[in-house]
């Protein structure tokens, strides 16, 4: 078999390569893939925090909203643009918005907002955290926001 390999690469054709450099092959790659994904996500976080400074905090979390609702499979404008209206009435997109009455917290309005800690410690003031709490919430209960939007109009809540 090394002799075929060897034979190949000498005339060109591709080169049979060891199981075990296969397997190192792929185990290097999944790594560069997750190490590129880290550097995605601090990029996401610096520009969130540029444009918070620029446009204003709701503004920022909509677009790292949107950015993170494509680990969920919505890419549609439209999912969008129903969970931008879902939690525009919800907290108008504060991190900060509390309900003082119900407890619910956050750009969700999680109730209660504790429930977002499963997200990350830093939930009452990141929303990143909150986002990606809502969005798995959303995902879990309703499908897709348009579908919690619609709920959240025909019952006044989601």
Known sequence: MIALGVAAAVVGGPMLM??????????????????????????????????????????ANKLLARALMTRQGWRQAAQFRCLE?????????????????????????????????????????NPRTQIKWGLRYVKHRYGTPCSAWGHFQAAGWY
Do not use: F, Y
Not at 25 to 52: D, F
Not at 89 to 113: D, F, M, T, Y
């Open 85 to 125: 209206d879902l939690w525009a009435r919800e907290s108008g997109w504060n991190e900060h918005s509390h309900n003082a009455s119900s407890g619910a917290h956050g750009i969700p309005q999680a109730l209660p907002g504790s429930k977002m800690a499963s997200a990350g410690p830093n939930w009452r003031s």
């Open 18 to 59: 060891d199981p075990m450099e296969g397997a190192a092959a792929k185990a290097q790659r999944t790594a560069m893939v997750a190490s590129q994904k880290k550097i995605h996500e601090k990029r996401t976080l610096k520009l969130m925090r540029v444009e918070q400074r620029k446009l204003g905090r709701a503004r």
